[in-house]
T-cell receptor, first 113, second 111 residues
Framework: DGGITQSPKYLFRKEGQNVTLSCEQN?????MYWYRQDPGQGLRLIYY???????QKGDIAEGYSVSREKKESFPLTVTSAQKNPTAFYLC????????????FGEGSRLTVL | GENVEQHPSTLSVQEGDSAVIKCTYS??????FPWYKQELGKRPQLIID?????GEKKDQRIAVTLNKTAKHFSLHITETQPEDSAVYFC??????????FGQGTRLTINP
């Protein structure tokens, strides 16, 4: 099946620890995105990548890092510098540009204890 | 940069009635306006979109209208059904720029 897969679905971490969320797609999409979803705040863009080996900061990039070494993969690292990391994280992909449909993964819920 | 405001944050309607969700955007150059639906515990999915060269688009019980002068667009759902209960997000973008989402509206359909 074609789609976008995120893992893990649930993740717990202690304060001060870095954690990496996985995002893989087999849709052959050029563009990939990471969003953070908090109640009442919609979907806020963390990072996006329009092509392999290139990525740009979104609106709330502080405390996060990404890499795009392969077209299929766009992992997100939540670092200890992120002050409020507990949230629901959504990865998405598209054919590129701002007018293409976004295909979302099922999300990863991160809880910092 | 672009800013998208969405209202209301919650909406409750009787089954069979219509529901309207409204969004305003700040950048007059924005030209693409999609709507996403997120059912409880599921991923957001595109339900309808409109581009700035048209004023209205319909797909069965769902329609979107765009007023470029006023910089606002709306989602209309007619003959609402229980499966319409979800969180709806509007968004806006221009050209190849990234999408900016509204805050979301939680729609509840009461039987």
């Amino acid at each position: 099946d074609g789609g976008i897969t995120q893992s893990p679905k649930y993740l717990f971490r202690k304060e001060g620890q870095n954690v990496t969320l996985s995002c893989e797609q087999n849709l052959n999409h050029d563009a990939m995105y990471w969003y953070r979803q908090d109640p009442g705040q919609g979907l806020r863009l963390i990072y996006y990548s329009q092509i392999v080996n290139d990525f740009q900061k979104g609106d709330i990039a502080e405390g996060y890092s990404v890499s795009r070494e392969k077209k299929e993969s766009f992992p997100l690292t939540v670092t200890s510098a992120q002050k409020n990391p507990t949230a629901f994280y959504l990865c998405a992909s598209s054919t590129g540009g701002g007018t293409g449909e976004l295909f979302f993964g099922e999300g990863s819920r991160l809880t910092v204890l | 940069g672009e800013n998208v405001e969405q209202h209301p944050s919650t909406l409750s309607v009787q089954e069979g009635d219509s529901a309207v969700i409204k969004c305003t955007y700040s950048d007059s150059a924005s030209n693409y306006f999609p709507w996403y639906k997120q059912e409880l515990g599921k991923r957001p999915q595109l339900i309808i979109d409109i581009r700035s060269n048209v004023g209205e688009k319909k797909d069965q019980r769902i329609a979107v209208t765009l007023n470029k002068t006023a910089k606002h667009f709306s989602l209309h759902i007619t003959e609402t059904q229980p499966e319409d209960s979800a969180v709806y997000f509007c968004a806006a973008s221009k050209g190849a720029q990234k999408l900016v989402f509204g805050q979301g509206t939680r729609l509840t359909i009461n039987p």
